[in-house]
């Protein structure tokens, strides 16, 4: 996958998919499939009360900062690291309860 905006990824606004390049940081823009409220999904600031930049303190500390991709949950304040592919996004997301294998089950 050239970028991580590339792809459609279904998920509830709390859990944000961030990818750590060479280059830098990267947050997977978010846009509303349903929502009631007038807000801007993208910062999140306002909705959950932490910015960009303590996520990343956050990412960093559990993984140093190694390449590759990593899940927000804004609302419970948990960091996890994937792996270095786009592939290992789904299996984390599994894990911790979102989506399943087979969705069609």
């Given at each position: 996958?050239?970028?991580?905006?590339?792809?459609?990824?279904?998920?509830?606004?709390?859990?944000?998919?961030?990818?750590?390049?060479?280059?830098?940081?990267?947050?997977?823009?978010?846009?509303?499939?349903?929502?009631?409220?007038?807000?801007?999904?993208?910062?999140?600031?306002?909705?959950?009360?932490?910015?960009?930049?303590?996520?990343?303190?956050?990412?960093?500390?559990?993984n140093?900062?190694?390449?590759?991709?990593?899940?927000?949950?804004?609302?419970?304040?948990?960091?996890?690291?994937?792996?270095?592919?786009?592939?290992?996004v789904?299996?984390?997301?599994?894990?911790?309860?979102?989506?399943?294998?087979?969705?069609?089950?």
């Amino acid at each position: 996958m050239a970028d991580i905006n590339d792809t459609t990824v279904i998920l509830p606004d709390h859990i944000r998919i961030i990818e750590c390049k060479s280059e830098g940081w990267l947050f997977k823009a978010m846009k509303p499939f349903l929502t009631r409220k007038s807000v801007d999904i993208n910062d999140f600031s306002p909705l959950y009360g932490i910015n960009q930049e303590q996520i990343l303190i956050e990412l960093f500390r559990i993984n140093g900062g190694k390449l590759g991709f990593y899940l927000a949950n804004l609302r419970s304040r948990q960091f996890y690291y994937c792996g270095k592919t786009a592939e290992s996004v789904k299996p984390k997301l599994i894990e911790i309860g979102i989506g399943r294998a087979d969705p069609f089950l």
